[in-house]
């Protein structure tokens, strides 16, 4: 049964940085992503990666600044985010597609049909 377990979200000052991390356990065959949602706002990919942690992809708007990676010995996903910005704010939410062989991810929201509980990232200007 796969379990996804958000943390390391909080309050940082514009420029800062952060990291997240999502306990996938059940996941490790699994596409993984970070989706986030700012407040009256759709819930919008930030990134993926495969099941080897080979093939990434990001969003343009956090393209440079954001790494993610993925441990699957610890059955963990983690987001880097540096450089972060006010537009950066919103709730995380790191998601596994359980279809596929997770070789080759998907950006859209509906192949993820498993999700954590999110976690909160504040940025002050």
């Known amino acids: 049964q796969v379990q996804l377990v958000e943390s390391g979200g909080g309050s940082v000052q514009a420029g800062g940085s952060l990291r997240l991390s999502c306990a996938a356990s059940g996941a490790n065959t699994y596409c993984l992503a970070w989706f986030r949602q700012a407040p009256g706002k759709e819930r919008e990919w930030v990134a993926y990666i495969n099941k080897y942690g080979k093939d990434t992809e990001y969003t343009r708007a956090v393209e440079g600044r954001f790494t993610i990676s993925r441990d699957n010995a610890r059955s963990t996903m983690y987001l880097q985010m540096n450089s972060l910005k006010p537009e950066d704010a919103a709730m995380y939410f790191c998601?596994?597609?359980?279809?596929?062989?997770?070789?080759?991810?998907?950006?859209?929201?509906?192949?993820?049909?498993?999700w954590g509980q999110g976690t909160q990232v504040t940025v002050s200007s």
């Open positions: 998601a596994a597609d359980p279809s596929g062989s997770g070789a080759i991810c998907a950006r859209n929201i509906n192949y993820y049909a498993l």
